[in-house]
């Protein structure tokens, strides 16, 4: 990892693929990760671990599955929101969003349980898969 600062703006232009996250750098065991989104990523939980979500541009909805029904929370740019362990899940950018993961290192980007996974996305990674 760098010993010197990492320009956020700069990182999430170094790359187009949406739904791809990078990671900037490590906090203990945790990868810390931007990426750029937009469209609908897919159902999908974390079992061991929750996910916290910042956005850095644009809005991302996150639609949850939970005891008590469906809902989609609404995040503007400079708001953070963590989805608990084991709960269902699925981000959203209608417009496209630039965010910032925080979760355990190795945590897969489709989860450990989620819904069918497109052709063009990598099912190990959750990367999207140049065409």
Do not use: C
């Amino acid at each position: 990892m760098s010993n010197q600062p990492i320009p956020l703006r700069k990182a999430l232009a170094s790359f187009d693929a949406l739904w791809s996250p990078r990671i900037v750098t490590r906090v203990n065991d945790y990868d810390v990760r931007i990426a750029n989104v937009r469209g609908e990523h897919i159902w999908h939980a974390h079992d061991d671990t929750d996910e916290f979500f910042l956005v850095l541009d644009g809005e991302l909805h996150i639609s949850l599955r939970e005891p008590e029904g469906e809902r989609t929370v609404v995040l503007p740019q400079g708001t953070v929101f963590t989805v608990p362990r084991g709960t269902e899940h699925k981000p959203s950018a209608p417009f496209g969003a630039a965010i910032l993961m925080f979760e355990p290192t190795g945590t897969p980007t489709v989860g450990d349980r989620h819904d069918e996974i497109p052709d063009h996305v990598d099912a190990t990674t959750g990367h999207t898969l140049n065409a």
